[in-house]
Every structure is written in structure tokens, then in C-alpha cells.
């Protein structure tokens, strides 16, 4: 039986400016401890996280620019694994607004009047 893998953090699909996150969670094996956890993001080397005796484990690790995988496997003794993916994307640019008009321009005092942005990011 394949060790337990419960992720708490981050979110999948977590958007963030921030380019350090922490993985974090707990595992556990009934029948083949201990568990060993290894962390890897994109295509890098895996890191080990310190599993507690209580089977949570927490890891920082750096994002790059864009959408980033981190996976989380659990080993247990008995050379089993389990795999979680999550999907976190790093962006740290500003929104850029490239349009802005007026509807009717000028405007009266006390008229209504429409403003379009234009916004990409």
C-alpha cells in the first residue's frame, strides 16, 4: 500500500507575485514507515523535506515566472510512492493599461458618460 499524501499549501492554481512558496503537509504509512518526501519544481532536482514525527512536512521553494509544477512524492519503506501535482503560477508584472476613451468627450456637468480601458496582463 502506497503511503497517505495530504498537500495543505499551496492552493492548486494559486496565482501569486511572491516568488517563494512553502509546500507544505502531512503522510503518513501504517505498515512501511517512514516516509521520506521530495519536492520538485518544473524540471529541476528534487529537494527533501524534514518529515516530523507527526507526518507533516513543510519545504520553501522558489517559483520561476509563469506557470510552475510542483510535485510532492511520498516514499515509504517499502520503496511505494505517491505523486501530488500542483499547478502555481508566478507573476510579478503589473497589469498595463494600453487604451482609455471617453464617451462623448467632452462630457457636459451632470451628463453620463462611458470610460473604456483597455487592460492586458
Excluded: C
Excluded at 14 to 37: H, Y
Excluded at 72 to 97: E, Y
Amino acid at each position: 500500500v502506497p503511503p497517505v499524501l495530504n498537500i495543505t499549501a499551496p492552493a492548486d492554481g494559486l496565482v501569486t507575485n511572491t516568488a517563494s512558496v512553502v509546500v507544505s503537509g502531512t503522510t503518513n504509512d501504517a505498515t512501511s514507515s517512514p516516509v521520506s518526501v521530495a519536492v520538485k519544481v518544473n524540471n529541476g532536482a528534487a529537494q527533501a523535506a524534514v518529515v516530523n514525527e507527526d507526518g507533516s512536512f513543510s519545504l520553501p521553494v522558489t517559483l520561476t515566472e509563469g506557470e510552475n509544477s510542483i510535485s510532492v512524492t511520498a516514499t515509504d519503506a517499502a520503496g511505494k510512492t505517491t505523486t501530488i501535482t500542483r499547478t502555481v503560477t508566478l507573476d510579478t508584472g503589473a497589469p498595463v493599461i494600453s487604451d482609455v476613451t471617453l464617451t462623448p468627450n467632452p462630457v457636459d456637468a451632470g451628463a453620463t458618460y462611458i470610460i473604456t480601458v483597455t487592460v492586458t496582463d
